[in-house]
């Protein structure tokens, strides 16, 4: 039963100082999957806190567009000239098989909320052929059915972002995107090679029904629901890498997988850790009056050299929270509002530190059309000269920036208007258009924040590719 469930799960940590300060870990699945088995007290910590803290800051649009850019192939370079002639034949098979199935793997209900499949396999994989072999990797791996169908619903941390906006809370990134990013690009030829050989044959056995995930997201799922603190998994939802280490590989092929698992856990997991660790020290340091919650990949709370870990070596008492334990914050929060969902705009509060400097206006609404990634980089360069030369007029203007208010302006369609698009970490939400309103021009991309990156990491496709983007 759920109740007991529930006294299982906790993936929270309390800091102990006064006020409390919270560690909590996230993964990278739809919320509705695991609302219901977090505790109360994590749920409270959260409403509690002043300050929320994730990975990364994704209401930035530059941050957007460095992970665009972050994911492609130096200018005029398309992965047919990149990848070997085989590898690159079966690849561009198995996406021609993915977009035929993917009508046949949607749900009614995506269907209901306006989630089309060529339009969903052209925002997750419209621009493959710009992207990098290792983003490519990641992309594919993605583009399996039980994935497909969880599209639509928001994951835990973006869920978690959204709710701290809805509650107006001061939010913050620990990490910047080049820090996620590099490591990604950091594996050499051979390894991408034998990383995307991997991934397709993959994906080749699944589709003839002769292959079985090793870590699904439903065996993800249920070691979180059961507050597993041991499970490896959570590293691999962590990282967004999948495991190559197979026992049936030739020696010299195990010896790869098990290079790129090690190479990951060094730049994907440890040093990240160390470095977010340092991070969430200096902003203790820095705002000891102030009650902060970080939530971050569950993997990085768990196994060796844990962000924990940093922590205790900086002398901080960190704790595990079990699910029964009350919270007790301290001071109370000055800045809490109830749980509202008014409109009223949302000021930022003082700069915190490590956190991208923010230009304090509020973007055009029908601009940042980069944030969708138009088909060829010529454009997103041309459109960020055209951004920053009405940037330079914005300043003027000296308005508070929405949390999540960037809007792309589509061509006018003969069919249904487009729904309002959420695109984080790689998980596409849709809003159902009001009704009544006739046809709108334009849809909202929400970037509040996710792994991500569970930014965690999963950045592989978190832009989203429509055909028809209008540039003023």
């Known amino acids: 039963p759920l109740s007991q469930q529930n006294e299982l799960n906790s993936f929270l940590w309390t800091i102990k100082r006064d006020p409390p300060s919270y560690f909590f870990g996230t993964i990278h699945v739809p919320y509705i999957r695991v609302w219901d088995f977090i505790p109360e007290n994590s749920k409270k910590a959260f ?46 098979r198995h996406l021609e098989y993915v977009k035929l199935m993917m009508p046949s793997w949607m749900t009614p209900d995506q269907r209901g909320k306006g989630l089309y499949a060529d339009y969903l396999f052209n925002a997750i994989a419209g621009n493959w052929e710009q992207k990098r072999p ?12 039980v994935d497909i169908k969880s599209r639509g619903v928001p994951v835990l ?116 850790n160390e470095r977010m660790g340092r991070r969430v020290k200096d902003l203790l340091e820095e705002h000891p009056d102030k009650s902060f919650f970080f939530a971050f990949g569950a993997g990085h709370f768990m196994g060796n050299n844990t962000v924990i870990d940093v922590l205790r070596r900086e002398g901080y008492a960190v704790e595990h929270t079990p699910a029964g334990q009350a919270i007790n914050n301290g001071k109370s929060p000055k800045t809490l509002l109830a749980f509202s969902s008014s409109h009223s705009p949302y000021i930022m509060s003082q700069e915190l530190p490590l956190h991208p400097q923010k230009e304090e206006e509020e973007e055009e609404e029908e601009f940042l059309p980069h944030l ?76 509040s924040s996710a792994h991500q990156l569970s930014c965690s990491l999963f950045l592989p496709l978190l832009t989203l590719t429509l055909h028809e983007i209008m540039l003023q």
Not at 134 to 145: D, K
């Open 47 to 92: 409403q509690q806190s002043h300050i929320v803290y994730f990975e990364l800051d994704l209401t930035d649009p530059y941050t957007i567009s460095a992970l665009t850019s972050c994911q492609l192939l130096p200018q005029g370079k398309n992965l047919q000239d990149v990848l070997p002639r085989d590898i690159y034949r079966r690849l561009k």
């Open 134 to 145: 290792v983003w490519v990797m990641l992309m594919v791996n993605s583009l399996t059915e």
């Open 157 to 272: 941390d973006l869920f978690l972002a959204q709710e701290a906006e809805r509650l107006r809370k001061q939010t913050g990134a620990v990490e910047k995107v080049e820090e996620q990013c590099h490591p990604l690009n950091g594996l050499n030829f051979s390894q991408v090679v034998f990383a995307l050989n991997q991934t397709l044959l993959q994906q080749e056995s699944l589709r003839a029904g002769s292959f079985q995930i090793p870590y699904t997201t439903e065996d993800l799922i249920k070691h979180y629901n059961c507050g597993d603190l041991s499970s490896i998994i959570f590293n691999h939802d962590t990282s967004q890498v999948p495991n190559f280490i197979n026992a049936t590989l030739p020696a010299h092929e195990r010896i790869t997988a098990q290079e790129i698992d090690s190479y990951f856990r060094q730049e994907l997991i440890y040093k990240r």
């Open 372 to 447: 969708l990634l138009p088909d060829s980089i010529d454009v997103l360069m041309k459109v960020d000269r055209k951004y920053k030369k009405k940037k330079k007029k914005q300043q003027k203007k000296q308005r508070l920036r929405q949390f999540n208010d960037l809007w792309v302006r589509l061509e006018e369609s003969a069919t249904d208007p487009p729904p309002r698009i959420r695109i984080i970490n790689g998980y596409i939400t849709v809003e159902p258009q009001p009704r009544g309103h006739g046809r709108s021009s334009h849809t909202r991309t929400d970037t």
